[in-house]
């Protein structure tokens, strides 16, 4: 089997005596768009974070192209690649866009002068922010707040982007342009793992699907196939209407 970009195995994680990840093995290829869901508290934000390096796994390890990186800490793994976009994010409210970018490029990937200009704006143009480029972070709406988030992972020009409920807050309408900007970052060679509660966002550009619940991963396969998993369906059922419909379809 070849490399994959990232892999877990037997990935653990607890605080104090509360298991909030458990004997997760799972693989992450290069160029997919891994879709991540499950319910509040199911472990989704800490996984990331041990992907990410901020937080230590208790048991097992993540290998990240082939090298065991667990002990790799988080400022390491981002001047290697591995960029999160998190949840709630933190941007510099009284820099300006562009600057906040710069922050990203330098802080994140360890890129200098031109380069760190050049990454800067790049991410400015993929995430159809250029026009804001002068404005205060603090003065954005939220779907500009959320583009900035994701454009200052990019910033760290990142083989693999974490992406934490970028969606959560939006309108409907807000919805498809941030689905664009995740093909986008797709398109540009960037393989995306995209934590999101909006189910139908995820499946709009997501080539897999994995499930957790408290802390263990339920369903990992083909979206049409997590989604009508009997699991999956139980958590999800009534929550989102689109599950509803395919069931009508399927019993057609
Ligand atoms: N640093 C920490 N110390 C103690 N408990 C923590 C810590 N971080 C997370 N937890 C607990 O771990 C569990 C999982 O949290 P996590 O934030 O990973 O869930 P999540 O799936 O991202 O939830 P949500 O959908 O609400 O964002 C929760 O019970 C949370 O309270
Ligand atoms: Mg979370």
Known sequence: MSTALLETRSLGRSFGKLEVLSGLDFRVEQGEVLGIIGPNG????????VLGGSVPPSTGSVHYGG???????AHWRARHG??????????FLGMTVLENLLVGARFGAGLRGAEATA????ALELTNLTPQADALAGSLRLLDRKRLEVARALAARPRVLLLDEVAGGLTEQELPPLIDLVRTVRDS?????????VVHALTAVASRLMCLTYG?????GA???VLAS???RAIYLGIEPELGEGDAHADA
């Open 216 to 220: 263990r991963l339920i369903a990992d």
């Open 82 to 91: 591995i960029a999160t976009s998190y949840q709630v994010p933190r941007p």
């Open 230 to 232: 009997p699991e999956v």
């Open 67 to 73: 090298e065991d990186v667990t002990r790799r800490p």
């Open 223 to 225: 979206p049409e196939d």
């Open 42 to 49: 199911a472990g989704k934000s800490t996984l990331l974070a």
């Open 119 to 122: 990454s800067a704006v790049r």
């Open 189 to 197: 060679g960037v393989t995306v793992v995209w934590i999101e509660h």
